[in-house]
């Protein structure tokens, strides 16, 4: 269960900064108010995962989800640049997010 709580935790994450994008300095309410829920719920997700996910593995898994998927949700909604070098970084970091889930002992 640790794992998945992990993934709910990374994809929380992506709705937090999603969210952050349209605060506009967190002047609108929906998108605050959206940015502070899906903040919480991903911290909570964490920390449930925590319990039996070393420290270590588990924020450089959640940060690489929160990363990856974030910047592949500004390109979808925000047409933000896409190129092949920025895809080749990407995949760096899956890479070492996968490498350290196997290194992990978990």
Same mark, same amino acid.
């Given at each position: 269960?640790?794992?998945?709580?992990?993934?709910? &935790?990374?994809?929380?994450? *992506? +709705? @937090? $900064?999603?969210?952050?994008?349209?605060?506009?300095? #967190?002047?609108?309410?929906?998108? /605050?108010?959206?940015?502070?829920?899906?903040?919480?719920?991903?911290?909570?997700?964490?920390?449930?995962?925590?319990?039996?996910?070393?420290?270590?593995?588990?924020? &450089?898994?959640?940060?690489? *989800? +929160? @990363? $990856?998927?974030?910047?592949?949700?500004?390109?979808? #909604?925000?047409?933000?640049?896409? /190129?092949?070098?920025?895809?080749?970084?990407?995949?760096?970091?899956?890479?070492?997010?996968?490498?350290?889930?196997?290194?992990?002992?978990?």
């Amino acid at each position: 269960m640790a794992w998945f709580f992990l993934l709910i &935790a990374g994809f929380a994450e *992506i +709705g @937090s $900064v999603i969210s952050l994008k349209r605060t506009d300095g #967190f002047k609108k309410l929906l998108p /605050s108010v959206a940015c502070l829920f899906f903040g919480s719920l991903s911290f909570y997700f964490l920390s449930l995962s925590l319990t039996s996910i070393p420290v270590g593995t588990a924020y &450089a898994i959640w940060t690489s *989800i +929160g @990363s $990856v998927g974030t910047v592949l949700a500004g390109m979808i #909604f925000f047409n933000e640049p896409k /190129s092949l070098r920025l895809t080749l970084f990407i995949m760096c970091i899956i890479a070492g997010a996968v490498g350290i889930q196997m290194t992990s002992g978990h």
